[in-house]
């Protein structure tokens, strides 16, 4: 994608949620905008570091809140308690290997036979929870540590 079109890709995104375009921003979206990447804060900084953007891990960790907040990424904690960010917007799920520590993603669409809609009744119904988002979480061995 040329820069100018991704540009305009990240300025309508932002501008989807009612946040303003800024180069942070977008270096943040664009980087974690693909499948299989799951980094900390400060792996993401040093990621951005390495492409050769000046950037402070605070304007890291300050926009990382404000495009989770806005529903741009998905934060979670991985299985060492580490939190995580997620900017791959199709509806997937995450395997988690408890060896090596790897997370891959899964999409909702390669699951046919796993339907969410029932667990989410019946926690709605029994639990009085409202379930805005289900996903599935999978922990096992990586072919690698296998």
Not at 24 to 31: D, G, H, N, S, V
Not at 59 to 70: F, G, M, P, S
Not at 107 to 129: C, H, V, Y
Request: proline share 5%.
């Amino acid at each position: 994608m040329a820069k100018t079109k991704e540009r305009e890709v990240y300025r309508g995104r932002l501008k989807g949620v009612g946040l303003r375009h800024t180069l942070p921003r977008e270096r943040i979206l664009a980087y974690l905008d693909r499948k299989n990447i799951h980094p900390t804060p400060e792996e993401l900084y040093q990621g951005l570091k390495k492409k050769g953007y000046a950037i402070g891990l605070s304007t890291v960790y300050l926009n990382l809140q404000v495009l989770r907040d806005a529903g741009l990424l998905w934060e979670f904690k991985d299985q060492q308690g580490n939190t995580r960010y997620d900017g791959f917007t199709e509806k997937h799920h995450h395997l988690f290997c408890l060896n090596c520590g790897k997370i891959e993603d899964i999409l909702t669409k390669d699951l046919p036979e796993f339907n969410a809609e029932p667990i989410q009744k019946a926690i709605e119904s029994r639990m009085g929870w409202f379930v805005e988002d289900p996903r599935l979480e999978l922990r096992g061995f990586c072919p690698d540590c296998q």
